[in-house]
Structure formats: C-alpha cells, structure tokens
C-alpha cells in the first residue's frame, strides 16, 4: 500500500532556510528553481523510501496566492509569511455586500493579472505548462469573504447563505473558464476542497452546499474530466450526499472515517486516508501497526488504497515514525 507524507513551509525553513511568503509568490523562476531544490532534498532524506528526485524536470504552477484565489478575487488581502502558506484576511461582508455581491471580472481584480504575468514568464523558459488554479470549495472560499458570520448565517440569515453559496460557484466555474481558454494544456480534472466541511453538519451540508456542489460536478463532466472530493477528516456524515455526485474518482478522507461505510457508498473509488500527524507522533509503534492494517482491512481492495501524513512539521512527527509507516505500508498486499 502506498505512504506519502508532505512538510509544512515551517519545516523547509527550519531545516533549510528555504523563504516562501511574497518572495516565493511572486517570483515565477524561483518558486520554480526552490520546487525542483525541494525534490532533491526529498530525494536524499527519503529516497529510500521512494520520495523526490534526484534530476527533478521543472514544473511550473501558478498559485501566486497559495490555494486562496477564490478569497482573494472576492476581495480579502492576502497575508504573506516566510515560513507558511498564503492566508487570507477576512473580509467581514456586510449583509448590504452580500446581497450586491458578484462574479468579479476576473481578468481586472487580483491576483489574475500578477498570474497572467508570471505565465508569460514561466512560458518564455520552460515553455507551456499545465496551469490553473486550486479552488477550493464552497465553503473555503465563503468563510474568508463573508467572516465567522457565514456560521451564523446558516441558521440566521439562510437566503445569505446562499446567495454566498452560489456566488462562490459561479466564480470557480467562471475561474476554471479562464484558465481553460488561455492555456494550451489547461488542468484535467476537478473537484471540490471540502476540508472547511467539518465546521458543519450533514443536514446544513444537504440544505447549504449540497445543490451547489451537484452543479460544480455538472460542470466538470461536462469535459469528461475526472472529479475528486478532498476531505481530510471523518466523511461519515456527508456520504448519503456525496453519492448524489456523478464520476467520483476518489476521495480523501480522514482516518477516523468509517471505512466500511465508506465502501458501502463507495466501493470502488480510491480512497487516500489522511493519517493523522498528531496521531503518528504520540502512538506508539505496535499502535500505529494495528491501526494502519486496521485501515486496509476495512478500507480494501488495498490497490484502491493509499496513506497521506499532511502537514509534516519540525519533528511532529520524526523521520524515523515515517519510516515505520512506510514498512507497514509496504508489507500490506
């Protein structure tokens, strides 16, 4: 069975001083350059274990803002740190902008230009690459716009909710539109990033997000593009309502899911189990073992498995934890 495991930015700039924030946003060629230095290191940390790249081939992306452009099209201020990701400031709507808000013109409002820009530029040296943009999710792109209130909103001003709802649709849809007509080798597959999921429940999912999600789906196939649903904690409550989805590839899902549950609805997707980081450091070996063979019983067939540690951060947990999950991993047929 198949481990993978990513590192924080705060990781890479502990152990090698590597500066993401504004810097690394928003200069193409070396984000580019410090992408392929990352996979060389991967390469001799971990090659042991099938990690990186000792002759990596550059490969360019666009993510000026990290994985918020949706928030930031929609009006929040993107906050740049050295050693995390890109965060967007709330930008606290009023109900009044709530109800007058639209899908901006997005080739005027920020961070398109800037990306337009850096495509110009990673095109000129590498020439054309597969460029688009993380959306998200509905509500990864409503909380930061609309503020805690988009909570609240839920159970106090539901045609708000809404109405946040579908303008985030459409400017995913609108946004995908975008990329898709200037780039020769546009993104081929979509989806939905519905990690902001676990703020809420099953029935405020079917009553809120739901409908929007259908026609997101609706959208994707449209291309015969694949569609995945990323889900990095329990999915239990929502699998009555992502089966209503249409061609789902595979999802992730945490790893206190109900994976015979899962199976249920799903038997034949793939399924990548988020394995918990904080999990992995404070169990002890025997545990981890059960827990992971737990996993692959109730989750088979095992070829539509796979194990992710997200979010690696300075010792949390240790290279020598990762190794062991990759041994257990690797005996698992």
Known sequence: MELNFSHTDNWWY?????????KYCMEPIYRTELDMERQRILCDRYGDIGQGSKDPKPAPHLDVVGHRYIPAVLGCKIKYYDCQPPWPEPANLTDEQVEKLQVPDLEMVYPTPEAMRQAGILEKKYGPFNAGQNTGGLLNGALPVRGDQMLLDFYEKPHLAHKMMEVVKDTIIATDKLFRKRFKNPSGGGG???????????????????KYDIELNEYYSQYGDHFGIHHDSNIDRFLPYYAKLKNIVGFDVGMDSNLELVRKYFPTQHLNIFLYPVFVKNSSNNEIENKIKEMAEKGK????????????????????KIRFCYEVCRKIM
Do not use: A, M
């Open 192 to 210: 939905v990033g519905n990690c902001n999921n676990v703020l809420i429940s099953g029935e405020t999912y079917r009553e809120f997000n739901l």
């Open 301 to 320: 067939p095992v070829d539509k498995l796979s194990l992710f540690i997200s979010d690696v951060d300075v010792n949390f947990p240790s290279d020598e």
């Open 14 to 22: 502990t152990h090698y001083k590597f500066i993401f924030g504004e």
